[in-house]
């Protein structure tokens, strides 16, 4: 299954996800720095200043700031990983930054109901990303 995250949100996207994964299906994630985090700028800012902040540089807990594993830690927060199945499911994940032509397929539209993003808050992972001190 190939998913496109442009404009999806990602606690919703990666929720659907990992249900898919622990069915026992390949998920192909497209577009990571596409996919929105709603809430407010400050708020989601703040939040994701306290992680990366938390941990030791030696010896964790690292915080990812490329958006392909921001989305890829998000989807592993869903998933029972300390189980057999939950680890195997992760091992079927692979997420990409835009659309490489390796990836051979039409994205699958999930059912996951958007709502309208132009009235909402949000940031986009690209923007969080970058903020955090990603090269991308």
Not at 25 to 45: L, P
Not at 90 to 105: D, F, N
Request: glycine fraction near 8%; charged fraction near 30%; hydrophobic fraction near 40%.
């Amino acid at each position: 299954m190939i998913v496109d995250g442009t404009d999806l949100i990602l606690g919703r996207m990666a929720s659907k996800v990992a249900k898919v994964l622990l069915a026992g299906e390949d998920v192909i994630i497209i577009n990571a720095e596409k996919v929105v985090i709603s809430g407010s700028r400050k708020e989601i800012f703040t939040k994701y200043k306290v992680r990366r902040d938390r941990g030791d540089i030696y010896k964790g807990p690292f915080t990812p700031r490329m958006p392909d594993r921001l989305v890829r830690r998000t989807v592993r927060g869903m998933l029972p990983r300390a189980k057999a199945k939950g680890i195997t499911a992760y091992a079927k994940l692979s997420v990409h930054i835009g659309a490489p032509t390796s990836v051979k397929g039409t994205p699958e539209p999930m059912d996951i109901s958007k709502g309208s993003l132009k009235d909402q808050k949000y940031v986009t992972v690209l923007e969080l990303c970058q903020w955090l001190g990603a090269k991308v």
